[in-house]
């Protein structure tokens, strides 16, 4: 099992380009996740989703989309990339909300 | 508002020290605790977690936290730090009310030969 992975690992976008990241997961599990890693800042919950099909807002929703069309994947978007979007990205995924977290290698992104 | 705080920034120990990491949490209901580590440039990785029953819970890698209530803590504990131990750790509070995790801000680990 190749657990969560991302693609791509590395990108720099300049202000005002789109981009798409990529998670996959080959567990099954239903809840998907996209976090942003800061420095001081630690974890902090982009979007989320419960299932196919479905996706909520998280912390820090503002300026990001994402879609859930097939189960093991989770796309998040950038539609007009800021450099306040540089940041180390990363994708996991659970069972069920409670349990264990599993967490792809994360994508770091930089705008210039 | 729920939260998750872990005052310690930074921490240098010699390798075969112990090591307390503090986790301190703000939430009315029971509990769901996690902490995770992360090695430099890669993704996080559970240590161990409590739900209920036992407050004292051991993990892998030889560490184990201690839930107490009265505290509203659940630090985290190694007898014997290893030089493969340096990492960033997070605490973490899952929060059955909203369905989502909080987690702590990290507390990076050094560790001296």
């Known amino acids: 099992n190749a657990g969560v992975t991302q693609t791509p690992k590395f990108r720099v976008l300049k202000t005002g380009q789109s981009m798409t990241l990529l998670c996959a997961q080959d567990m099954n599990h239903e809840y998907m996740y996209w976090y942003r890693q800061d420095p001081g800042m630690g974890l902090r919950l982009i979007h989320y989703?419960?299932?196919?099909?479905?996706?909520a807002k998280g912390e820090v929703p503002d300026g990001y989309n994402v879609s859930r069309l097939k189960k093991q994947n989770f796309l998040l978007g950038l539609e007009s990339a800021a450099p306040s979007q540089t940041s180390v990205y990363f994708c996991?995924?659970?069972?069920?909300?409670?349990?264990?977290?599993?967490f792809g290698p994360g994508t770091r992104l930089t705008v210039l | 508002a729920q939260s998750v705080t872990q005052p310690d920034i930074h921490i240098t120990v010699s390798e075969g020290a112990s090591l307390e990491l503090r986790c301190n949490y703000s939430?009315?209901?029971?509990?769901?605790l996690f902490w995770y580590v992360q090695s430099p440039g890669q993704g996080l990785q559970l240590l161990l977690k409590y739900f209920s029953g036992d407050t004292l819970v051991q993990g892998i890698k030889g560490f184990e936290a201690e839930f107490k209530r009265s505290q509203s803590s659940f630090n985290l504990r190694k007898p014997s730090v290893h030089w493969s131990d340096a990492a960033e750790y997070f605490c973490?509070?899952?929060?059955?009310?909203?369905?989502?995790?909080?987690f702590g801000t990290g507390t990076r680990l050094k560790v001296l030969a």
């Open positions: 939430y009315g209901a029971t509990p769901y």
């Open positions: 989703s419960v299932g196919e099909g479905t996706t």
């Open positions: 996991a995924s659970s069972l069920r909300p409670d349990n264990e977290q599993f």
């Open positions: 973490a509070l899952f929060t059955s009310g909203t369905y989502k995790y909080i």
